[in-house]
């Protein structure tokens, strides 16, 4: 029954996105199936800088889950995009316990709030020291390492997945306590992701360290298969620090996660 279920689920989710794209022709609608749902990026069309939605749907959208969604706007300053994602989320809060689709309303209303927006009072006429990396470069990865008091809850844990799926990153994740999390992608990405972690509740939770891979490297493509087979594509879990600590050797970031999280060295 719980197959049927999200077989049906599939269907409208595809049936929804195609909706969309017949009603929304200036943006550009990109779908992908995957094992946590199917993820949508939609790049709209029509605003004063490039701004990219990405919505995951989980099989249970939309009977008991909501869509998991983020927002990244490519070579702006940090203060424009937690104005987005502030946005963004609080049209999403406001349509918590729905059971129908809603990712019209969701579009609809965050393309209100585009039209109200001074971007100009937010992008700086000189880059500051806070928004020096927060430009988007296509050579360049940002690999974060984040602490939690504890991290049991089962929901918490997928949507950690399934947020890194939408925003196209990689990493691994050590639930329990304490519960880290290391992702890699690009820093617009990354920074989108955190703040939207950041916006949970926690009982404790810090970015313990931030570290930019150059030259186009990057950790997704070279994870070692025994620490973390499918880690090339989103974020995986895995029982041990140790784990984490073996798949970052080879790019010479063991001994950064480790003094990040105040372990020994291993």
């Known amino acids: 029954m719980a197959d049927s279920t999200e077989y049906d689920n599939f269907q409208r989710h595809v049936d929804e996105v195609a909706l969309l794209q017949a009603m929304y022709p200036e943006d550009v609608f990109e779908s992908e199936a995957g094992a946590n749902g199917l993820t949508v990026t939609v790049r709209l069309g029509v605003t004063p800088v490039p701004v990219e939605l990405r919505v995951l749907l989980p099989p249970e959208y939309p009977e008991t889950r909501a869509p998991v969604v983020g927002v990244s706007c490519a070579q702006s300053s940090r203060r424009l995009q937690e104005r987005l994602h502030d946005a963004l989320h609080s049209i999403v809060r406001r349509l918590e316990g729905r059971q129908d689709e809603v990712l019209d309303e969701i579009l609809a209303q965050f393309k209100t709030f585009l039209t109200e927006v001074d971007f100009a009072s937010l992008e700086p006429s000189q880059p500051t020291l806070d928004d020096a990396d927060s430009t988007d470069d296509s050579n360049t990865a940002l690999v974060v390492v984040l602490w939690f008091h504890h991290l049991l809850s089962t929901t918490k844990r997928s949507d950690i997945v399934s947020l890194a799926t939408a925003h196209r990153l990689s990493g691994i994740s050590k639930p329990g306590y304490p519960g880290c999390l290391i992702v890699e992608g690009s820093p617009t990405d990354v920074h989108a992701y955190v703040a939207e972690l950041r916006s949970w509740r926690w009982q404790g939770f810090q970015v313990r360290?931030?570290?930019?891979?150059?030259?186009?490297?990057?950790?997704?493509?070279?994870?070692?298969?025994?620490a973390a087979s499918h880690c090339w594509k989103g974020v995986v879990e895995v029982e041990k620090m140790a784990d984490i600590v073996k798949a970052l050797r080879p790019f010479e970031l063991d001994q950064l996660f480790m003094r990040a999280m105040k372990l020994g060295a291993a």
């Open 209 to 226: 360290s931030e570290h930019a891979l150059e030259d186009g490297r990057r950790m997704s493509e070279i994870w070692t298969n025994d």
